[in-house]
């Protein structure tokens, strides 16, 4: 009754969610993504470049998987018109098209050149394609002939089942046939009824009205009705909706449509078998043309008006739950196969094909993200038990059909790890390391007192009695031997998710910081893919193929397992790591980790991975990848602006002022972008240099110098050490006229030559210069003679000023050597208030020595009458305010204030230093005879002059004092007045200046009134 009970349960609580697995990714490719026009006039598949061609209305475009090249009359030589005619393909493979104005053009590999054709003039319009169907030249030259001979009559079609015979069929359905050693075509009855004439595997077939497929022997004397089968034996509705079957020269075997399905067909055992291609044919457009790649298994689709549609099978599968619901989650991480193929997930969701129950299941409810199964009887999982109400480790016994809850162990969180060895079980939880022994854990490592560990996710025994568990704590290595622990991996708040043991090397999974493999001690990151999705690597499968299935955040990746165990062994740093993705069959790239198992590996040799929406099942051996195999081809070549044919690269060195070089690639991209790795590397010494696989992979060299290149460009072909596509491009710079050996000797002659004209010149003028210099001499005699006479005049004044210098300068020193020096011996006998005096007579006499120094340096400074000086424009005003920005402190100390009233727009012709020096001494005097008040600078423009005017508000001059300071002999003097130290040498500067200036100086005071002081000049 309990088991019964059980079962009802299961049923009520659990769903079947299935949804029928889509087989075929199609695409389909318009105007929106690059190509010229929606209006197919043909396709025609290379499988030897692996490149598809369309003519278009606008003309030419080459799909090689990533994108469109096109081709139109501006940039392809040949073509007259964009809008094209028809595309051809002979059975050696050549391909041909035509504009509208019969202009030819051939494929040459990844390019389109002329193809003149002067043989065909004459012929009549459209008819001219049947010689291009043509291979041989002998029956290039049949068909030319019969062509002129059966002049305007229009020929419907021209078929060549092989090498040395040829079918044409008129318009009017006459059938003549001929072979290579006939001279001419021979007339043949049909049949009344047959028509749409098709070849394959060499054989020519008729189909008739009814789609009854008949094929001619004896020289078309017999038309035997055919079958056409599927592999199984079953017939092929030809009678279906939608039927059509095509075929064009150059096709080996036809392709034919019927209701959703479309097969192409082979002659084999005396049937046309018919293999399966796509069973969703879209029903939404005319179908225009059709090429099939066997390599490829890839249907390629040009429509009358909507772009072309590309099919092929997918790889893998993404299987989920068909009927959502808003409050379920569809995300899944933990799973259990059944025993008809179905999966139970953590979710308690049942994803498969059955459609069923089978039977009581092992797990009633949600459970959590670790599973654990040991043999074939027993399944642990962590569930939240009802009773409980905690998270309980469980265990179902398959035989029984008895589920066990441990209740006397510790809740266990979502994830724990768990092994068996030994007929012992070990668990690895938050908690720590234990033995299970019957209901309870026997813990061999617990964290410290009051600590609880990540919760582990795996768990590996790396070698007898030692276990590696991955955590967010990194990977720990557990010796129960030695009871010792030690962490080999501490990826630095990156949680290590997954573990793997192949052999002896552990594969070790992290989340953001890549993978690493572990082996003997030895740790080493290894290489990531190209676009480093691998740093969230989730799981390690193997299959039975030599191949490693890895789990990413971004895509489902396969390597190969020699090439993982090459690069861990001898440190390669570059793996083909082949990428699935939403080309391949997965609706969602995000797959899931951090679970036990991280990937199921189902009893019919799938695997599958938990993701982010549903589940994605993989068959290995269905899963065949489409290889990044194939040549590399130079699409254009670009040095500077000028483009230049490929093929003459090596006849036509390119010119120095070309160097910047542009290399445009081309090469099969069928393999999705992520699988391509493309490299170069110049002269074969720099390092390889990645290159962007886009729709125009470019290669960018810049600044080159003259000489010979050789740019090595290689591709990875798939798995496999050194499998690489290789393509070398040479090429040279000239080297330029002026870098030349010859121009080198002519500078060096000319050089030479140079030098003996300058040593002439140089003689001829030393003799003028020392003639000059003779003059010069006797002029500067007789100058010095009239010099010697001012500085005798001038002596007594300089004598006196020595001597008041040398007082002014060395008695202030003194005082402030004593001051100083008292100041620091007997500070603590000094009352504050003579502390404070003695430091303001220091300041004051600093401040005497900084003016004395300054205006002496200016005296000397313009003494020289022969100073060159230059006039310049500049602001008055801004000139005054860096004085006032000098003085300002010295006026503070005093409380004076200094106002600059001079307009801002006030600008004048002058020079500017001697200026400055001028109202600098004229305010330092201001200040210096000025103990409360403002001082006013001020200017006036009149008549072309400037008049500068400093007015202070100080003890001002007596009459006799302005005489004396405007004498034209100035008694330098160091006398005091009303105690105020004056020596004149300030003014003495300013009537040396204003000389230099030609300038002049007005003086209006009154004692105790203040003096206005102006300094006229021109301006």
Not at 8 to 16: E, H, L, N, Y
Not at 372 to 388: A, C, E, K, R
Not at 812 to 830: D, I, Q, S, Y
Not at 887 to 909: G, M, P, W
Request: glycine share 8%.
């Amino acid at each position: 009754m309990k088991r019964l009970l059980f079962f009802i349960s299961c049923i009520i609580s659990v769903t079947v969610f299935s949804q029928t697995v889509k087989e075929y990714n199609i695409q389909q490719f318009t105007t929106d993504n690059g190509m010229p026009s929606n209006g197919i006039k043909g396709l025609q598949w290379d499988e030897q470049t692996g490149f598809l061609w369309i003519a278009t209305e606008a003309g030419m475009t080459r799909y090689d998987g990533l994108g469109f090249t096109n081709f139109t009359k501006e940039n392809t030589p040949g073509l007259s018109h964009e809008r094209m005619a028809y595309i051809v393909k002979n059975n050696n493979a050549a391909i041909y098209a035509a504009d509208i104005n019969g202009r030819f053009i051939a494929v040459k590999t990844s390019l389109l050149v002329p193809q003149p054709l002067p043989e065909l003039n004459g012929v009549i319009g459209f008819k001219k394609r049947f010689y291009l169907y043509t291979s041989g030249v002998a029956l290039q030259q049949k068909v030319l002939s019969f062509m002129k001979e059966t002049g305007d009559m229009p020929w419907d079609r021209l078929l060549q089942p092989n090498d040395t015979s040829l079918i044409v069929i008129t318009t009017g359905r006459k059938v003549y046939s001929a072979t290579a050693t006939q001279k001419k075509f021979t007339a043949l009855e049909l049949p009344a009824g047959l028509g749409n004439e098709f070849i394959a595997d060499h054989q020519l077939f008729f189909t008739g009205k009814d789609r009854q497929v008949y094929i001619a022997t004896n020289n078309f004397r017999d038309f035997k009705p055919i079958s056409i089968l599927t592999r199984s034996g079953e017939p092929v509705p030809v009678n279906a909706s939608n039927f059509l079957l095509f075929w064009e020269n150059g096709m080996r075997n036809p392709v034919l449509f019927a209701g959703s399905n479309a097969w192409l067909l082979h002659y084999r055992d005396n049937i046309l078998e018919a293999e399966l291609i796509c069973s969703e044919i879209p029903s939404y457009s005319f179908i225009r043309s059709a090429q099939y790649s066997e390599k490829n298994k890839t249907l390629f689709i040009g429509t009358d008006s909507k772009g072309i549609i590309i099919i092929n099978k997918n790889r893998i599968s993404s299987v989920k739950k068909t009927d959502t619901d808003i409050r379920e989650r569809n995300a899944y991480y933990s799973q259990v196969e059944l025993n008809n193929g179905d999966i139970l997930t953590n979710e308690n969701h049942v994803i498969g094909l059955s459609g069923k129950i089978p039977g009581p299941l092992p797990v009633t409810g949600k459970f959590n993200y670790t599973v654990y199964t040991s043999g074939d009887s027993l399944l642990w999982y962590s569930q939240m038990n009802p009773v409980h109400k905690k998270n309980l480790l469980h265990r179902y016994n398959y035989k029984t059909g008895e589920t066990i809850a441990y209740t006397k162990i510790a809740p266990v969180q979502e994830s724990f790890a768990m092994s068996n060895s030994g007929g012992q079980f070990y668990i690895a939880t938050n908690l720590g390391f234990a033995l299970l022994q019957q209901d309870s854990l026997h813990y061999l490592f617990k964290p410290g007192p009051g600590k609880q560990g990540s919760a582990p996710y795996t768990m590996v025994e790396f070698s007898p009695g030692v276990w590696g568990v991955a955590s967010c704590s990194g990977l720990v290595l557990f010796d129960i031997n030695k009871k010792t622990t030690d962490t080999i991996l501490n990826a630095g708040g990156y949680c290590v998710r997954s573990l793997w043991k192949y052999k002896d090397y552990i594969f070790i999974g992290t989340y953001g910081k890549g993978y690493y493999i572990w082996k003997n001690g030895r740790l080493r990151s290894m290489p990531l893919d190209k676009n480093k999705f691998l740093l969230y690597t989730h799981c390690f499968v193997p299959d039975e193929n030599g191949f490693c299935w890895l789990s990413s955040n971004r895509g489902l990746f396969k390597a190969q397992l020699a090439d993982l165990i090459n690069a861990f062994e001898k440190n390669n740093r570059q793996v083909y790591y082949h990428y699935y993705g939403k080309n391949d069959g997965m609706e969602i790239t995000e797959m899931n980790g951090g679970c036990a198992p991280c990937a199921l590996l189902m009893k019919n040799k799938t695997i599958s991975f938990p993701t982010m929406d549903g589940l994605l099942w993989v068959n290995p051996d269905q899963a065949t990848p489409l290889l990044p195999e194939g040549n590399i081809y130079l699409d254009e070549f670009r040095a500077g602006t000028k483009k230049i044919n490929p093929d003459s690269l090596a006849l036509l060195p390119i010119a120095y002022t070309d160097n910047d070089i542009r290399m445009k690639l081309a090469f099969s991209a069928w393999c999705n972008k992520e699988n391509i790795y493309l490299e170069y590397r110049l002269n074969d010494k720099t390092a390889w240099t990645s290159v962007e696989p886009g729709n125009e992979a470019l290669i960018r060299l810049d600044n080159l110098l003259p000489g010979k290149y050789t740019v090595s460009i290689r591709k990875m072909n798939g798995f496999g050490i050194d499998n690489y596509s290789y393509k070398k491009i040479v090429f040279s710079i000239v080297t330029p006229w002026h870098r030349q050996w010859w121009f080198f000797m002519l500078c060096l002659f000319t050089a030479f030559g140079l030098v003996a004209l300058y040593l002439r010149v140089r003689t001829r003028q030393y003799k003028i210069q020392q003639r000059k210099l003779e003059q010069q001499v006797t002029e500067k005699t007789k100058e010095l003679q009239e010099q010697n006479e001012v500085l005798e005049k001038n002596n007594s004044i300089k004598t006196r000023l020595i001597s008041i210098i040398s007082h002014d300068i060395v008695t202030p020193l003194k005082f402030l050597t004593v001051a100083g020096k008292n100041l620091l011996e007997k500070r603590k006998l000094m009352p504050e208030e003579l502390q404070q005096e003695t430091i303001q007579e220091i300041t004051n006499t600093s401040q005497e020595l900084q003016l004395l120094s300054t205006n002496i340096l200016n005296w000397i400074k313009y003494q020289n009458e022969n100073r060159r000086l230059v006039k310049e424009n500049f602001s008055l005003h801004e000139m005054v305010g860096q004085v006032l920005g000098i003085l300002q402190s010295l006026a503070r100390q005093k409380n004076l204030l200094i106002e600059n009233r001079i307009d801002e727009n006030t600008t004048i012709q002058q020079y500017y230093e001697p200026l400055k020096i001028l109202v600098y001494n004229l305010l330092t005097n201001a200040i210096h005879f000025t103990e409360k008040g403002t001082i006013t600078v001020t200017a006036e423009k009149t008549n072309g002059h400037i008049t500068v005017s400093v007015q202070d508000e100080g003890i001002g001059m007596t009459p006799e004092q302005i005489q004396r300071l405007m004498a034209d002999e100035v008694v330098i003097t160091a006398a005091n007045v009303d105690n105020k130290k004056g020596h004149g040498l300030g003014y003495l500067i300013i009537k040396d200046l204003l000389k230099t200036m030609g300038a002049s100086l007005h003086i209006e005071s009154k004692r105790g009134e203040g003096a206005t002081v102006s300094i006229k000049m021109p301006g």
